[in-house]
């Protein structure tokens, strides 16, 4: 069983930078597809970033392209969301999310990551 465990969360001005990071546990760390998941209040949970086992190739929302930067260490079991220029609707509950289950390289939709984090609340204010 894969444990994932979130930090990084907080409350930061529109334009501001957080870095969100994502421990895992439990199977080998490079054997998993890894990405962030984010949602806000009356919205689908929606897929911001996510990383292939080797990190060679990802994957960003339009929202967030040029601004969020996913990456991960395989040696140490994370993986982090760099995320800059925030705006207010950034506002959301981010969460690490992980398969194991797919020969593909990314992976794109909510129901194919068996893995989850509990969440960790980012809040941009105006």
């Known amino acids: 069983q894969v444990q994932l465990v979130e930090s990084g969360g907080g409350l930061v001005q529109t334009g501001g930078s957080l870095r969100l990071s994502c421990a895992a546990s439990g199977r080998t760390f490079s054997t998993l597809i890894v990405g962030w998941f984010r949602q806000a209040p009356g919205k689908e949970r929606e897929l911001v970033a996510a990383?292939?086992?080797?990190?060679?190739?990802?994957y960003y929302a339009d929202s967030v392209k040029g601004r969020f930067t996913i990456s991960r260490d395989n040696a140490k079991n994370t993986q982090d969301l760099q995320m800059i220029s925030l705006k207010p609707e950034d506002t959301a509950v981010y969460y690490c999310?992980?398969?194991?289950?797919?020969?593909?390289?990314?992976?794109?939709?909510?129901?194919?990551?068996?893995?989850w984090g509990q969440g960790t609340q980012v809040t941009v204010s105006s």
């Open positions: 999310a992980a398969t194991s289950s797919y020969n593909s390289p990314l992976v794109y939709t909510r129901s194919a990551y068996e893995h």
């Open positions: 990383i292939s086992r080797s990190g060679r190739n990802t």
